[in-house]
C-alpha cells in the first residue's frame, strides 16, 4: 500500500457536536491508523482555555482517541488555529501528539509544501488582524492563563460572541485569504505547494507563481460532514466524509 498523508482542520470539536466527535473518532480508529502521518491544520478545538481542558469531561474521549492512535504508531501533528493557539506542553503530553509551528514548510512524498492554518493569509480582515496579533502575544497569554480556569472560560464565552456578531457583518470575501499574501508566503519558503484551512471553502486553486505552476489547497471544516485530503506520491485528493445519519439517509432513497 502506498504511504498516504492525511490533512484535517477546522474540526471545531466541543461537547455540543458530539455526532463530528463519534465521526472523529471512529477517523481515527480506522482510516489515520492507516495512514504514514496525520496532520492537523488548526481548529480542532472549538475553543481551548488551557492544557488543562485535556482533563475536563468534555474533551476526555478527544485526548484519548488520540492517544491511542499516537500509541498504535501514526504520527500525529497539530497545528494551531485561530481557536485553540493555547495547546501546549500538557496537550503534547496526553495526546502524543506534536505541535506543529504555523507555517511549516515539509517535504511530501518529494514536494515541498507549505502547511499553515491560514488565518494570518486574511490580511484584507483588518480588525482580525489586530485581534490575533493581540491574542498570539506570548505576555498576553501568560496574562491569560495565570487566570483561574472559570474566568477564562467566561472570557472565551464572550471572545465567541463578539467573533459571531463581527463575522456576520462582514463581506465574504473581506473574510477569504488575501492572494499577494499567499503569493508572498510562498514565494518565501520557496514552495509551489500550500495546504491550509480556516475559511471553510475546501477547494484546489491552481495559479501562476513566478511563471510556474502552483497550487493550493483548502481544507473543508467538519460542520455537517468530515473533509479529509490524502496526498501521496501520485498527488492529492480533498474528500467529504459523510455522517453516518447521512449515509442511511441515502440507503433508504436508493431502497425506495
Ligand atoms: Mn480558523
Redesign the pocket.
Known amino acids: 500500500m502506498p504511504a498516504t498523508t492525511l490533512f484535517i482542520s477546522?474540526l471545531h470539536l466541543c461537547g455540543a457536536r458530539p455526532a463530528i466527535t463519534g465521526l472523529f473518532l471512529d477517523f481515527l480508529r480506522h482510516r489515520a491508523r492507516r495512514a504514514d502521518a496525520l496532520y492537523i491544520l488548526?481548529?480542532l478545538f472549538e475553543y481551548w482555555i488551557g492544557d488543562e481542558a485535556v482533563g475536563q469531561p468534555e474533551f476526555r474521549p478527544m485526548v484519548q482517541g488520540m492517544r491511542e492512535l499516537t500509541a498504535a504508531g501514526t504520527p500525529v501533528y497539530v497545528m494551531h488555529?485561530?481557536?485553540d493557539f493555547l495547546m501546549a506542553d500538557g496537550f503534547e503530553k496526553a495526546t502524543g501528539c506534536r505541535l506543529l509551528a504555523d507555517p511549516a514548510r515539509v517535504d511530501l512524498h518529494g514536494t515541498p509544501t507549505l502547511l499553515m492554518?491560514?488565518?494570518s493569509l486574511c490580511t484584507d480582515d483588518v480588525e482580525y488582524m489586530a485581534f490575533r496579533a493581540q491574542v498570539r502575544n506570548p505576555a498576553w497569554q501568560r496574562e491569560f492563563l495565570a487566570r483561574p480556569v472559570a474566568e477564562r472560560d467566561r472570557i472565551v464565552r464572550d471572545f465567541r460572541e463578539i467573533s459571531k456578531t463581527s463575522t456576520a457583518s462582514k463581506k465574504p470575501e473581506i473574510m477569504d485569504v488575501n492572494q499577494q499574501a499567499v503569493e508572498a508566503m510562498m514565494r518565501e519558503h520557496g514552495v509551489q505547494r500550500l495546504i491550509h484551512?480556516?475559511t471553510h471553502r475546501p477547494q484546489e486553486h491552481v495559479f501562476t507563481l513566478d511563471g510556474r505552476p502552483a497550487r493550493r489547497m483548502v481544507l473543508g471544516d467538519w460542520y455537517e460532514q468530515g473533509s479529509v485530503l490524502s496526498v501521496d506520491a501520485r498527488g492529492w485528493v480533498l474528500e467529504g466524509l459523510p455522517l453516518e445519519k447521512t449515509a442511511k439517509t441515502k440507503k433508504m432513497k436508493v431502497k425506495s
Open positions: 477546522d488548526g481548529d488555529g485561530n481557536r492554518h491560514g488565518d484551512g480556516h
